[in-house]
């Protein structure tokens, strides 16, 4: 059985080897980390030139179509530069949130900003005591008429000081720790009642704890069927 990576893998390697050369050696990192946003707005419009925030959609969303390998080749070399651009939180988890559950008008308005480099999501799912299992929601969602209202906490939110978009899980029934009845809300990030207490994790990037005080959001800003993203957010989750 043959392991070795493919040619495309290999290039996708040598890619984010040069660029970590470059770009990111110890003093430079530590500018970043200490730098207002905590990461580099540059790099992040480099990796989307270099097609690298591609990586994670199918080639039917417009992406490059990139399977477990692809970003296990990536996140490697990322991990041996330390960089703190929020790759996994906005690219993998936030991007892949999208793609699996959105309807076309969601994933045609937001993917292809997330490709550009023009959009940074998080995905707020733990809640202290949680113990980080995403079933475990007491954030609640109430219908409105045409809105949702939101209230809760979430906690350790990567990429949420920085994001403009967060995707919110939230109880629209059942107990605080059933399967069923949990939906994913797309949130702006500045929206009437949302709060972000910022932090610096140990390894450098940006978190937040996230409070949602009576957040009215648009019904059609839900993320597939009502009560029913715990299987699609679990199974992101195991990816990241």
């Known amino acids: 059985m043959d392991f070795s990576y493919s040619e495309e893998q290999q290039m996708l390697q040598e890619s984010v080897q040069k660029f970590v050369m470059q770009k990111y050696d110890f003093y430079t990192r530590g500018d970043i980390i200490k730098s207002e946003a905590g990461y580099s707005a540059e790099n992040w419009t480099m990796f989307a030139e270099l097609g690298w925030l591609t990586v994670p959609f199918t080639e039917e969303d417009g992406g490059f179509g990139g399977k477990a390998v692809d970003l296990m080749v990536m996140m490697e070399e990322f991990g041996k530069g330390m960089l703190v651009e929020p790759y996994l939180s906005c690219a993998i988890m936030g991007g892949t949130l999208i793609a699996d559950l959105g309807n076309e008008e969601q994933k045609g308005a937001l993917i292809p900003r997330i490709m550009e480099g023009a959009m940074i999501t998080a995905v707020a799912y733990a809640e202290q005591g949680s113990r980080f299992n995403p079933n475990n929601v007491k954030t609640s969602a109430v219908v409105s008429g045409d809105e949702v209202v939101l209230n809760g906490a979430k906690t350790a939110v ?83």
Do not use: H
């Open 158 to 240: 990567l990429g949420a000081p920085n994001a403009q978009t967060i995707i919110v899980s939230a109880r629209e029934s059942g107990a605080a720790t059933d399967s069923d009845g949990i939906s994913l809300f797309l949130v702006d990030a500045k929206a009437a009642g949302v709060s972000i207490k910022a932090y610096t994790t140990i390894d450098g990037r940006k978190a937040g704890e996230v409070t949602l005080a009576d957040v009215r959001v648009p019904a059609t800003a839900r993320l597939g069927a009502a009560g029913g993203a715990a299987a699609v957010l679990s199974a992101v989750i195991d990816r990241a």
